[in-house]
């Protein structure tokens, strides 16, 4: 005769794998980004000119990630990964101070009442700041970004 224990487990493994049947989910996952890269003269205020390559001269450069997984009743749980790019040394961030994934990396829970999102989030004044300026996000000509 089989022990209770083991057909207890049994039977519970047996429920959790049916309830796992019956949901539906869907999975959407994408990769994107900005890349920007010049070359070309750039002589900040008071300094001597050099020609150099440079990113980030028109737009913030940036790659990221983005995956979700849609459930039943509407609800989304997702996470985005989102990091600046340096092609004029190769290296991560805006700066060396820039920490890993410094644009934006959080988890998120969606429904139909909104989305709540836990983590490192773009600011909002540099969103509005963005959209009001006449250049976008440059951040090699645009006052407004730079300061």
């Known amino acids: 005769m089989a022990d209770p224990k ?3 487990r049994l039977g519970l493994a047996a429920l959790l794998l049916g309830t796992t049947m019956a949901a539906h989910a869907q999975a959407d ?5 900005v890349l920007d890269f010049s070359y070309g003269r750039f002589e900040p205020s008071g300094t001597v000119h050099r020609y150099r ?20 009743d509407g609800w989304t749980p997702g996470i985005t990964l989102e990091s600046f ?9 805006r700066n060396d101070s820039d920490p890993v994934l410094s644009r934006n990396a959080f988890v998120s829970l969606g429904s139909n009442y909104g989305t709540l999102r ?5 600011t909002f004044l540099f969103d509005a700041t963005t959209r009001f300026n006449a ?4 951040v090699a ?7």
Request: aromatic share 14%.
């Open 53 to 72: 390559f440079n990113s980030n001269s028109m737009t913030a450069t940036f790659v990221g990630v983005n995956a979700k997984n849609g459930l039943e």
């Open 29 to 33: 996952y994408s990769a994107y980004g």
């Open 6 to 8: 083991i057909l207890r």
């Open 85 to 93: 790019i340096r092609f004029q040394d190769f290296k991560g961030g």
């Open 141 to 147: 000509f645009s006052p407004a970004v730079r300061h």
């Open 118 to 122: 836990l983590g490192r989030l773009q």
């Open 135 to 138: 250049l976008g996000n440059s």
